[in-house]
């Protein structure tokens, strides 16, 4: 156990450190600025991915992205908070409190149903965010979000600068779920997720369980928000809803649910995607709907599992090799 | 107000509980014989709409030939579907509603690229053409409405209710591995759910898409009407679910005489977490989710 | 340690638990019996909170526990198995038992987030008791194999293995002894003598008239959702109600 373990902490120290230096020595702020939405992607398809654990499949989570967002942009223009860290604090805590709050009632439901209530709760907060023009700016939303506030000197006005704060955020955010999902609460989520029934014969009061899965989701759901907004200034009802939901669980689903990686690789690659291949910026939604077709047909445990797919089939090819001789 | 506004809110009513549970219908049926919640629903209705659209605006064919072209191709979308999507994930119902949500995808993008993002409209031949009762003016496309909703649910209840396929269907949705084991084929009625269930959405964009401007983005709010009626009349259902589709339907058409269409949705959705919390059977459902 | 009174749980119009009453006192071990379909398992899931009951009243220990959910009875001592989907399938044996211990750990969150010296210490004493419960019941060499490949019988084991690794007071077993061969019936017989000579007591549905009558110190006997009978082996045996339940479920069938 310890010698992977090891390995794979090397591995996510030598990458971590790779990201850390291209952030400090590249200056192109078109490849800056994707990174800083890979890394938000990253950790909103990892805390979707938490929720999942339990057995739950979220369509709620863009719900909590724009109540963080929004959380955010109102605290700092509309009520005129000074500190624009606070406000990121009690953006992801405001989402997480609302994930307890619907939580309670909405875990109560089975699988599917569980997944429907979501979707209506995504269209409630964008309705709502619509609405409220007098405090939310209704459809065209709300503008001159100040940026962070200078922490320990450091400015944050050029895309170096938040890609390294992004770093910090995803960091922190990823260490956090991977010690969760390490622990014995992870095991429980896991447990429940199998057999629900049995997990409370055992003790395991599934509720709670739940529902903290639920919330430790929508707070980073929430911090995202938050983050997103203080670095474009802006934001408008629909950026973090029903589709962009929808592309964060194609996220988890394509990079391989059952894996911590998974959501990693597909939020990734699915952010830089359609910045590669901008002539086909039109059609992203249908290819990104074939990618998960073809994930979900052909290699269902996601890109993590290519690797070990192909060593596989090398393997057996190598097998095959010296009967064809003969 | 006086007789004439309160037909008049009457009709209005009945149009759009007509449009909503014959969008519901085709929802819960899926849902019974399949276990899974079609989430391109409202995608198939606004494919509906576009193809009446296409055929009738673009091609200057005749309305009525378009609009059974359309019912046609919605049907037929899925019967493909469901053979080459769905029916290999019937095991796993959370995989196929994944593969549904990524149909949205396909549909909406497709559409765009084909029809553009600009509103559409088209005309039936009988636009504008007025029913006077009883003093007040009814407009003929939205009785059209009401008629053809209300036949085919009788329809489907008939069918539900005396044919073959229809009893078994039945049989499935009360019992699914009872079912299967008394030789039911469940194959051929989940393509007979799918291929019912798309048409009826076809139905829906078609007739309704004559009163409002089409655009690829119009399925959203018509799934969430369906999954409100759903859960409100009784997952699996049909009376349940042609009870709530007359509530919903009359309170969308009432509500906004008295505040604004985001308040009808907002009771939408309090409405399904008050049922899902203390009667998550709905009005008639068969058992809780 | 039990007592149920008037224990009763109606599905529309159909009496599936009908007014039942039990004692059991500390070491004793009871065996509930009764033809198929008589409301044995119905009366398990409304003792552990599976069901909530029409009416009546369950008392565990002096504390009333009647409707309460099942991680809490399960909680106070009152811990049972299950006949399907007794196992985390996807988890080895060894895993299986190591979640029920830590629930029973007393660890909280952050200990277990943080894995702390005292959870870490406390970890390892899960994972000795895991191991020790696996060879207790039967599987101590199927430690890593994954549980949903695990054969009926071993998997039947497990399960008890997570109740016991929850400290019961009282473990209900719901018809341990169904589908198992010959040897693992004597094998789960063993297991459950050895229990109850320990000092647990148990509570046992079983099917499987002979076997029940061969541990079983008393009897609870259902029919139709009600008692038709209480008492020792020997007054059961002799008892013309239970005698014309049973033959007359024979009877019908044939």
């Known amino acids: 156990m310890n010698k992977t373990k090891r390995s794979r902490f090397g591995i996510a120290a030598v990458l971590l450190v790779a990201l850390v230096l291209f952030g400090v020595f590249y200056s192109g702020d078109y490849v800056l600025h994707v990174g800083v939405l890979v890394m938000i992607n990253v950790v909103l398809a990892s805390s979707l991915r938490l929720i999942n654990l339990s057995g739950q499949l979220s369509l709620a989570h863009g719900g909590f992205v724009t109540l963080g967002a929004y959380a955010s942009a109102v605290l700092l223009t509309k009520v005129g908070m000074s500190s624009t860290w606070l406000a990121l604090l009690i953006s992801a805590v405001l989402a997480a409190v609302i994930a307890v709050v619907i939580g309670i009632p909405f875990t109560r439901l089975k699988g599917i149903y569980f997944t429907i209530t979501g979707i209506f709760f995504v269209q409630v907060i964008v309705l709502t965010v619509q609405q409220w023009r007098s405090i939310t700016g209704g459809n065209g939303g709300l503008q001159g979000v100040p940026r962070p506030d200078s922490i320990l000197g450091i400015e944050f006005a050029s895309k170096t600068s938040f890609f390294m704060l992004a770093i910090v955020l995803m960091v922190v955010s990823l260490v956090i779920l991977w010690a969760i999902e390490r622990s014995r609460i ?21 509720t709670v369980y739940k529902v903290a899965a639920f919330a430790i989701g929508g707070f980073f759901a929430g911090l995202m928000g938050g983050f997103y907004v203080q670095y474009v200034s802006a934001v408008d009802p629909t950026v973090f809803g029903f589709l962009p939901t929808i592309y964060m669980l194609i996220y988890v689903i394509v990079g391989g649910e059952d894996s911590f990686l998974g959501p990693m690789v597909g939020a990734a690659l699915l952010t830089i995607l359609p910045e590669v291949a901008r002539p086909l910026q039109s059609w992203m939604p249908l290819l990104f709907a074939a990618i998960l077709m073809v994930i979900i047909f052909l290699l269902p445990e996601g890109l993590v599992g290519l690797p070990h797919r192909l060593v596989g089939v090398l393997k057996k090819r190598t097998k095959e090799q010296p009967d064809a001789t003969s | ?53 296409y055929f009738s605006t673009s091609l200057g064919l005749n309305f009525y030939l378009s609009f059974i072209i359309a019912v046609v191709a919605a049907g037929v979308l899925g019967i493909i579907l469901e053979r080459y999507f769905l029916r290999p994930f019937r095991a796993r119902p959370d995989k196929a509603m994944v593969l549904t949500a990524g149909f949205i995808l396909v549909f909406q993008n497709l559409v765009l690229a084909i029809a553009t993002g600009t509103p559409k409209t088209y005309k039936t031949p009988y636009e504008g053409a007025v029913l006077t009762i009883g003093g007040s003016a009814l407009s003929v496309e939205r009785v059209v409405i009401i008629i053809v909703a209300f036949v085919l649910i009788a329809a489907l209840f008939l069918f539900i209710r005396f044919s073959r396929n229809g009893q078994a269907m039945e049989a499935i949705s009360q019992e699914r591995e009872g079912a299967a084991l008394q030789g039911i084929s469940v194959d051929r009625l989940s393509a007979i759910a799918m291929f019912v269930g798309c048409a009826l959405a076809g139905i829906a964009g078609g007739l309704v898409g004559s009163l409002f401007s089409l655009l690829p983005t119009m399925g959203g709010t018509v799934l969430i009407k369906g999954i409100t009626i759903i859960i409100l009349g009784g997952l699996g259902s049909i009376p349940g679910t042609v009870i709530g589709g007359l509530v919903i339907g009359f309170l969308d058409g009432l509500i906004p005489l008295f505040t604004t269409q985001y308040v009808a949705s907002l009771i939408g959705f309090i409405i399904v977490i008050l049922i899902l919390l203390f009667r998550p059977r709905g009005l008639m459902g068969h058992e809780s989710p | 340690m039990l007592r149920v009174k008037g224990l009763t749980k109606n599905f529309g119009g159909l ?16 065996g509930l019996i009764g033809p198929n379909g008589a409301g044995k398992t119905t009366f398990f899931n409304l003792l552990t909170g599976y069901l909530r009951p029409s009416s009546g009243k369950v008392t565990f220990e002096g504390k009333n526990v009647t409707g309460k959910k099942p991680h809490y009875i399960a909680g106070r001592g009152m811990v049972r198995s299950f006949q399907q989907n007794a196992i985390f399938a996807d988890f080895t044996a060894l895993e299986n038992l190591i979640l029920a211990g830590h629930i029973h750990s007393g660890l909280n969150c952050w200990q277990a987030i943080l894995k702390t010296k005292t959870c870490r210490r406390r970890e390892r004493e899960i994972y000795e008791k895991a191991e020790e419960t696996l060879e207790l019941v039967g599987i101590g060499d ?113």
């Open chain 3, 15 to 30: 009496k599936a638990v009908g007014s039942v009453d039990l004692s059991i006192e500390p070491g004793q071990l009871v």
């Open chain 1, 186 to 206: 992870g095991m429980t989520f896991l447990g429940i997720k199998q057999a629900d029934s049995l997990a409370e014969s055992i003790g395991i009061n599934t």
């Open chain 3, 142 to 254: 199927l430690a890593n194999a994954q549980a949903g490949s695990l054969a009926h019988g071993h998997k039947r084991m497990l399960g008890i293995g997570l109740a016991l690794m929850c400290e019961p007071k009282l473990l209900l077993l719901d018809e341990p002894l169904a589908g198992m061969n010959i040897a693992e019936v004597d094998d789960t017989l063993v297991l459950v003598r050895r229990l109850w000579e320990d000092g647990l007591t148990i509570l046992l549905i079983e099917h499987n008239m002979r076997a029940a009558m061969s541990v079983c110190e008393r009897f609870l006997v259902l029919n139709f959702g009600r008692t038709i009978a209480e008492g020792t082996p020997e007054e059961i045996r002799s008892n013309p109600e239970v005698v014309k339940a049973y033959l007359g479920t024979a009877a019908d069938a044939a």
């Open chain 2, 1 to 53: 107000m006086g007789d004439a506004s309160i037909l008049q809110a009457v009709l209005n009513g009945l149009t759009s509980s007509g449009q909503y549970i014959l969008v519901a219908l085709g929802l819960t049926l899926v849902l019974s014989i399949m276990n899974i919640v079609q989430l391109a629903h409202g995608e198939v209705y606004m494919i509906g709409s576009y193809v009446v659209y």
